[in-house]
């Protein structure tokens, strides 16, 4: 017999630490009894709630931590599932529910939070201010096949784009192979930005073009954005104009 509160809050910590994080979920954090996720995003908040029980998997076990979670709230828990950013942006919302299918009597709240998309366009100006999508470069999901048609119909259209998981150790080179991709379609001096560690001790940004950003250095802390066509640097940051008359 399942007790009757059983509940999981999903939700993402935003960009960094407790600071930034949506009022919201922090008020779901201290309701909770349990707090599972990725050990690194656990980390980042253990000392602020260090009167909870914590959960914690490593890299690519993304189905053990939600199977965790399902198992405590059947215990009568309230259990909170974190990631970075937000849940619902390739977070860990999708993934809960599926887990839980089988067990409509466990609630199952979606907190929303900070995605990278915006926490790095507000570091690098307003580069998204007009239409923009959101493409991952990680193909442990996705076949590569499928990225590079984005990719391809994504620049096609003129859309700024905001590249999530630019590179790896195994993956060093796909940035370069995504911005070939879109060079076919783009300039080579459309601006660009990458910001590293958003939110978190280390943040840095780097205001760039489409061209000399093939050769530049990433990481999975890195969140890339390309502008479109009309994308402009003013004093030193991205800006992509909606189409206001300013006379």
Known sequence: MVPKMAKIFVFGLGPGGVEQMTTRA???LNSCDVIAGYHVYVNLIKEDFADKKFLSTGMRKEVDRCKLTLEEALKGQTVAMISSGDAGVYGMAGIM?????DHPEVEIEVVPGITAACS???????PLISDFCLISLSDLLTP???IEKRLYCA????????????SSIKRHDYLQRACDIMLKNQRGDVPAGIVRNIGREGEAYEITTLQELRDMKVDMFSTVIIGNSQTQVIN???????????A
């Open 26 to 28: 922090i008020d779901a």
């Open 97 to 101: 529910y599926q887990v839980a299918a």
């Open 120 to 126: 790095g366009a507000a570091v690098l100006g307003a």
């Open 144 to 146: 590569w096949e499928k």
């Open 155 to 166: 620049s096609q259209a003129d859309f700024c784009i905001c590249l999530y998981n630019p």
């Open 236 to 246: 030193g940051k991205l800006v992509t104009p909606r189409g206001y008359r300013l």
